[in-house]
C-alpha cells in the first residue's frame, strides 16, 4: 500500500532553517510528484510547492521563493522540504503529498510535521 | 494567482440531510481542473474528488462534485456521522496551486 512516513516535531529558533523529510514506499518513486502543504494551528491548507523527483525539477508558490528549497534521493526513496530563515509564522504542520504528473493534486498523505518557531 | 472563496464557512447540518459546498474561482479554472478534500482534526487531508467530478478510489457515491469555469460544488447526498469534517477545494490548472479556505460542516 501506497504510504508517505514523514521525519517528526522539530522546534527551531527564528531565523533557522529546518528540513523535513518525506519517505515513500508502495509505488514507484520516480513516476509521480512530491507536493509540499502547510497548515497552522486552526487554518487552511497553505500550498507550497512541487519536487519531480525523476527530473529534479520544482516549482514552488511565489510566497516561499528564495527560502525553500525542495529536493529528493530517488536511491531511498525519499523527499526533503528545508525551508530557510524561520519566523514565528512558519510554525505549522508540514505536510507532503503524492503529487498526480503534470497536475499536482495529491492522492496520499505523509502523517504531518509539526514545526514549531520560537526563541 | 487564483483564489478560491468556499461558501459557507460554517455549515450546521443533521445525519442523513443533504450538504451543498460552494467553491468560486477567482477567474476561471483551467480545463477544470478543481479537486476536493476532506480533512479530520490531526489527519492530514483526503482526497475525495479530482477533475470537479471524479472520485477517488474508495469514495462512497453520495459525495458528488460538479461545476464549471469559476462555479463549483460539492454535494453529501445523505451526510453520514463520519462526513462531518472541513472541506477544502483546490485548482490545479494554474500554478500556483491554491486552496480554498474550507468549509466546516458541524453536526447542528
Known amino acids: 500500500q501506497v504510504q508517505l512516513v514523514q521525519s517528526g516535531a522539530e522546534v527551531k529558533k527564528p531565523g533557522a532553517s529546518v528540513k523535513v523529510s518525506c519517505k515513500a514506499s508502495g509505488y514507484t518513486f520516480s513516476n509521480y510528484d512530491i507536493t509540499w502543504v502547510r497548515q497552522a494551528t486552526g487554518q487552511g491548507l497553505e500550498w507550497m510547492g512541487w519536487?519531480?523527483?525523476?527530473?529534479?525539477?520544482?516549482g514552488y508558490a511565489p510566497k516561499f521563493r528564495g527560502r525553500v528549497t525542495m529536493t529528493g534521493d530517488a536511491s531511498i526513496n525519499t523527499a526533503y522540504m528545508e525551508l530557510s530563515s524561520l519566523g514565528s509564522d512558519d510554525t505549522a504542520v508540514y505536510y507532503c503529498g503524492r503529487g498526480i504528473r503534470n497536475h499536482l493534486f495529491s492522492d496520499y498523505w505523509g502523517q504531518g510535521a509539526l514545526v514549531t518557531v520560537s526563541s | 494567482e487564483i483564489v478560491l472563496t468556499q461558501s459557507p464557512g460554517t455549515l450546521s447540518l443533521s445525519p442523513g440531510e443533504r450538504a451543498t459546498l460552494s467553491c468560486r474561482a477567482s477567474e476561471s479554472v483551467p480545463n477544470n481542473y478543481l479537486a476536493w478534500y476532506q480533512q479530520k482534526p490531526g489527519q492530514p487531508p483526503r482526497l475525495l474528488i479530482s477533475?470537479?467530478?471524479s472520485r477517488a478510489a474508495g469514495i462512497p457515491d453520495r459525495f458528488s462534485g460538479s461545476g464549471f469555469g469559476t462555479d463549483f460544488t460539492l454535494t453529501i447526498s445523505r451526510l453520514e456521522p463520519e462526513d462531518f469534517a472541513v472541506y477544502y477545494c483546490?485548482?490545479?490548472?494554474?500554478?500556483?496551486?491554491?486552496f480554498g479556505q474550507g468549509t466546516k460542516l458541524e453536526i447542528k
Open positions: 477533475g470537479v467530478s
Open positions: 519536487m519531480n523527483p525523476n527530473s529534479g525539477n520544482t
Open positions: 483546490q485548482q490545479y490548472g494554474r500554478a500556483p496551486r491554491t
